[in-house]
């Protein structure tokens, strides 16, 4: 006897037990970084602002939300007319479920595309901004539209997580 221990080594399963640590260790760190720049909710890819080419519209969403979290879309509009219209299509009410439209709208109307909001604009004002409270019924990719005044639709590309 010796004095040494002698253990069995296998070459082969240690390299590739390494190899799978060290691409379970790029996965989470590919996680982490996805999570911190706002990939699973809010952050820097996570918020969106569509501005119209004359920068009088500016429409600021969540592209990546959770499935029955509540959620936000803000359009705000530079006072132009008495009263601002915002025109939601079928495919994005078809995914939503509408909590609280603030300030409330002055009349709705249903239309064969969707919904039409109705508020009306102090004539001082600068700019008018009208927040949709909302919460996703579906997960998974929703694509949908929103028009202001009878201007151009803004499209909204969101993903809901399960």
Same mark, same amino acid.
């Given at each position: ?51 119209? %080419?004359?920068? !009088? ?8 939300? $959770? ?7 803000? #359009? &705000? ?42 508020? %009306?604009?102090? !004539? ?8 949709? $409270? ?7 990719? #929703? &694509? ?19």
């Amino acid at each position: 006897m010796t004095g040494r221990l002698e253990l069995a080594v296998d070459e082969q399963f240690q390299r590739t037990e390494w190899r799978l640590q060290r691409i379970g260790w790029g996965i989470w760190l590919t996680v982490l970084v996805a999570a911190a720049i706002g990939l699973f909710g809010p952050g820097w890819i996570g918020s969106r602002e569509i501005r119209s %080419e004359d920068g !009088k519209i500016v429409v600021r969403y969540e592209r990546f939300l $959770n499935y029955h979290k509540p959620t936000r879309i803000d #359009v &705000v509009a530079e006072n132009h007319a008495p009263e601002l219209r915002v025109d939601i299509d079928n495919s994005l009410l078809d995914s939503v479920q509408m909590l609280h439209i603030t300030p409330e709208p002055t009349r709705s109307t249903v239309t064969s595309s969707g919904i039409t909001y109705q508020f %009306e604009v102090d !004539k001082g004002a600068a700019s008018a901004k009208v927040t949709f $409270n909302l919460e996703y019924d579906r997960y998974g990719a #929703v &694509v949908g539209k929103v028009r202001v005044s009878g201007r151009d639709p803004v499209q909204l590309n969101q993903f809901v997580y399960p």
